[in-house]
């Protein structure tokens, strides 16, 4: 079904928007947040609440691309129970923010706080002069929280090679923010 | 914790790039061996192909000289995927959706179902098949299915064995994908004849 079919169906209050939105984008929405929360159980319990977040924003709301919409809802909320479950280890998407570590400065005082506000229109002009290639591998890796060889085997090159676009983006974006001062 | 900050502001960005995203897989290129088999195998079928037209040729001049009637018209080629899919129900198991979704896990195939029924049907694919069907449905002269178009009397997926299952019925995105299950659609485009002939051609065989 189309996603403005769905949509519909959600500002209908139509309980077959969750089943339709979950036929569509569940496989994805699992997929992104067992990525961050590291358990098959706790993914699916987050993706539970993906739904119900949904219907609850739904009337207000009326997104054009629900698969995005549905995947920012997911990544918050796993994002939420990863921090709950905290492990000490290293792992999945500690390493992510290790690597994105170096690319930005420390915010400490409120007028650093205010520059933040430059940041997210920095990210959009910086995933706006990528192309469509490298777009995809920065926002698989540091989006959707994939791993290096997951992006591997979607973009159908070695690992290596992911490894130092990834690399030479993270340089990109780190000069850009600097430039912009953020 | 900036990595933490900077992951977090990421999750902001524009919702038409995640779908991007969610959608994107590369094609996988055939390696240059591979590619001399294709264009020697393409060769020898273009070479039989012409022996074949040329000695149709010469037998419908013979006939049309010797005044023996006209060859009946093929069916197009959706009809003759329906027939198709109508003589396979007649030969093979039905399935109910409980029973095939296990399968999806297993290796490619494509699946049918007259419309309105719970009977599925299964054809096991090869890979190089899976594939060429995918890239068929990735066609981009494929037309919209309006209302003027004629509803499809079977419904169609095509399992990747992994799990994914999509409709050649449906538009190329991520979102029209089944995880791990046959799923109710309205179709948004027209098979096309290319495509059509494809699926009956697996199934008759």
């Not at chain 1, 989006?143 to 090679?161: L, W």
């Not at chain 2, 001049?61 to 010797?66: E, M, N, Q, S, T």
Request: hydrophobic share 40%; proline share 4%; with cysteine.
């Amino acid at each position: 079904m189309e996603d403005k079919k769905i949509v519909e169906l959600y500002w209908a209050r139509d309980e077959e928007a969750i089943t339709q939105t979950s036929v569509k984008y569940g496989g994805m929405m699992h997929a992104t947040s067992k990525s961050i929360v590291g358990s098959h159980e706790d993914a699916e319990e987050c993706v539970n609440d993906a739904y119900l977040a949904a219907w609850n924003s739904m009337p207000e709301n009326r997104p054009t691309y629900l698969g995005g919409y549905m995947a920012k809802i997911i990544r918050n909320i796993s994002l939420n129970r990863y921090d709950r479950n905290h492990a000490a280890k290293r792992q999945g998407v500690q390493v992510v923010f290790e690597e994105l570590e170096g690319c930005l400065t420390d915010y400490n005082t409120p007028e650093e706080e205010y520059e933040q506000g430059c940041l997210r229109e920095t990210l959009d002009s910086f995933l706006e002069s990528l192309d469509e290639q490298k777009r995809v591998i920065f926002l698989r890796r540091y989006f959707y929280t994939d791993s290096i060889a997951e992006i591997a085997e979607r973009m159908q090159m070695g690992e290596g090679k992911v490894k130092s676009i990834l690399f030479r983006l993270r340089g990109q974006l780190a000069a850009k923010l600097k430039e912009a001062g953020v | 914790m900036n990595g933490r900050r900077l992951y977090e502001e990421i999750g902001g960005v524009d919702e038409r790039y995640l779908q991007q995203a969610a959608a994107y897989r590369a094609r996988r290129s055939a390696p240059a061996w591979r590619a001399l088999l294709i264009a020697a195998a393409l060769t020898l079928v273009g070479a039989l192909l012409l022996c074949t037209i040329a000695a149709s040729v010469t037998i419908g001049v013979l006939v049309g000289i010797l005044g023996e009637g006209e060859e009946p018209t093929p069916p197009a080629p959706m009809e003759q995927m329906e027939l198709a899919m109508q003589e396979a129900q007649q030969k093979r198991t039905p399935y109910s959706a409980d029973e095939v979704e296990p399968m999806l896990f297993h290796q490619p195939m494509l699946i049918f179902s007259e419309q309105g029924s719970d009977a599925y049907y299964t054809v096991s694919l090869s890979t190089s098949e899976c594939e060429q069907l995918i890239l068929m449905m990735q066609s981009k002269n494929r037309t919209e299915f309006t209302e003027q178009s004629q509803a499809p009397k079977y419904q169609i997926w095509l399992s990747f064995g992994d799990g994914v299952v999509v409709s050649p019925y449906l538009k190329n995105t991520a979102g029209n994908t089944g995880h791990g299950e046959v799923f109710d659609y309205d179709p948004e485009l027209e098979l096309g004849d290319a495509l059509a002939e494809r699926i009956a051609a697996y199934i008759e065989t």
